[in-house]
């Protein structure tokens, strides 16, 4: 299984574009890489998930270089209620579960 | 909306008193998980099934058991609580499994269990 390393905590302010990148250095050939948000007593939610180069959503963006050994996840204009854990996960084509890193804690302030 | 629903959202139990857990979908989907995360954790995956096909992650204690009459319902059944159980406990579901396929996973809202 590809072993994500992710910055434990970041902070920013409302109305920002917040980046968080996550490396995955032994990414299997067949993984996707997904992020999933987490809010306080809450599961884990799917955000975006993509193969390779970018893909876009209603919510974020996912950037992802040639070599695929890391991926930023971009959150454009944050607000308070982007405050969350943020895990991003190789998946598809490994083991059936999924293996979460420790995630980053996003805090956004006024 | 589709949805995997979880009940109850606060369990609590007494040290050793076995409990079970529920968990229903109405996606439709293939396999469904279960995960346990501690407080200021990630989620832990303890087992999944593929249909019928169970499936126990290697660290998983004894103590923990699952069952899954039908497509859309899955219980986790603790055998005998310890202190050390006390956490959430998310059930999610996928189309297909994640070797297969990179279908994303939908998770329920989870059950917080205490132990007394």
């Known amino acids: 299984l590809a072993k994500t390393t992710q910055p434990i905590s970041m902070d920013s302010y409302e109305g920002q574009e917040v980046n968080i990148t996550c490396s995955h250095n032994?990414?299997?050939?067949?993984?996707?890489i997904t992020w999933y948000q987490q809010f306080p007593s809450q599961g884990p939610r799917f955000i975006i998930q993509?193969?390779?180069t970018k893909v876009t959503n209603e919510v974020a963006s996912l950037f992802i270089p040639a070599d695929r050994k890391s991926s930023t996840l971009s959150l454009p204009r944050v607000s308070l209620s982007d405050t969350a854990v943020y895990y991003c996960?190789?998946?598809?084509?490994?083991?059936?579960?999924?293996?979460f890193g420790k995630g980053t804690h996003l805090i956004i302030q006024p | 909306d589709a949805m995997v629903i979880q009940n109850p959202r606060y369990q609590v139990t007494q040290f050793g008193k076995p409990v079970t857990l529920s968990c229903s979908q109405t996606?439709?989907?293939?396999?469904m998980y279960w995960y346990q995360q501690k407080s200021s954790q990630a989620p832990k995956l303890l087992f999944h099934?593929?249909?019928?096909?169970?499936?126990n992650e290697a660290d998983t204690p004894d103590n923990f058991q699952s069952r899954r009459p039908n497509t859309s319902f899955c219980f986790l059944d603790i055998r005998s609580p310890g202190l050390g159980d006390a956490a959430m406990y998310l059930c999610?579901?996928?189309?297909?499994?994640?070797?297969?396929?990179?279908?994303?996973?939908?998770f329920g809202d989870g059950t917080r269990l205490s132990i007394l």
């Open positions: 999610a579901t996928s189309r297909d499994r994640g070797g297969q396929s990179n279908q994303p996973q939908h």
């Open positions: 032994n990414i299997a050939t067949n993984d996707y």
């Open positions: 993509g193969y390779k």
């Open positions: 996960l190789p998946s598809g084509g490994g083991a059936d579960g999924l293996t």
């Open positions: 996606l439709n989907h293939n396999v």
């Open positions: 099934y593929y249909d019928k096909d169970f499936n």
